[in-house]
């Protein structure tokens, strides 16, 4: 979220079109042509993020600058030569990193709390317990998952919570 990507597509010698077939979660399809006998780009119902990363006479590779959610989906390229036609498909997913967080409601009970992620963030406590989090799922995709700890032992004072995601874990402790 909010990087820089290339996507590549096969070079072969003797080009004589380069058609890149985006599909989005959200939106339309989007087609970039490129013909080399008339060195002109066709465009349909592309996003201003979506260039070429260079001259696609020389780099027939697609940058997608600040990637969102909005980008997230499937890039087909497909390379016309003499030699035949040739296809790179990726399937783009956006990463969007949870806010972690843990405090104490007005009951004293530890929550844990990580907000805005995509994919939904693991939340678990170091201690276990038989809490069972909560999803929220917002407008634009992403999860907040939200933990009450639920001590099975009535002698703990401090717990920890551990929240897991692929952009990274994080784990923080408290005492109410």
Not at 40 to 60: A, E, G, L, Q
Not at 61 to 66: A, F, N, P, R
Not at 121 to 143: I, R
Request: charged residues 15%; glycine residues 6%; hydrophobic residues 35%.
């Amino acid at each position: 979220m909010g990087d820089n990507t290339v996507l590549t597509c096969p070079l072969k010698p003797n080009i004589t079109m380069v058609i890149w077939k985006i599909s989005p979660k959200v939106g339309g399809l989007c087609i970039w042509i490129y013909r080399i006998e008339k060195t002109k780009t066709y465009r349909t119902k592309c996003s201003d993020s979506i260039n070429w990363n260079s001259r696609p006479d020389v780099n027939t590779s697609l940058e997608i600058q600040q990637v969102g959610i909005a980008q997230e989906g499937n890039y087909t390229c497909e390379v016309v030569s003499t030699e035949g036609n040739f296809h790179k498909m990726y399937h783009l997913t956006v990463l969007v990193p949870p806010r972690p967080r843990l405090y104490c409601d007005a009951q004293g009970t530890p929550v844990c709390e990580a907000a805005a992620g995509l994919p939904a963030a693991q939340v678990s406590w170091v201690l276990g317990d038989n809490s069972h989090p909560e999803e929220e799922v917002h407008d634009n995709g992403t999860v907040t998952v939200l933990s009450r700890f639920t001590a099975c032992n009535t002698s703990v004072t401090t717990t920890t919570c551990m929240v897991f995601h692929p952009t990274g874990n994080w784990s923080e402790s408290v005492a109410c």
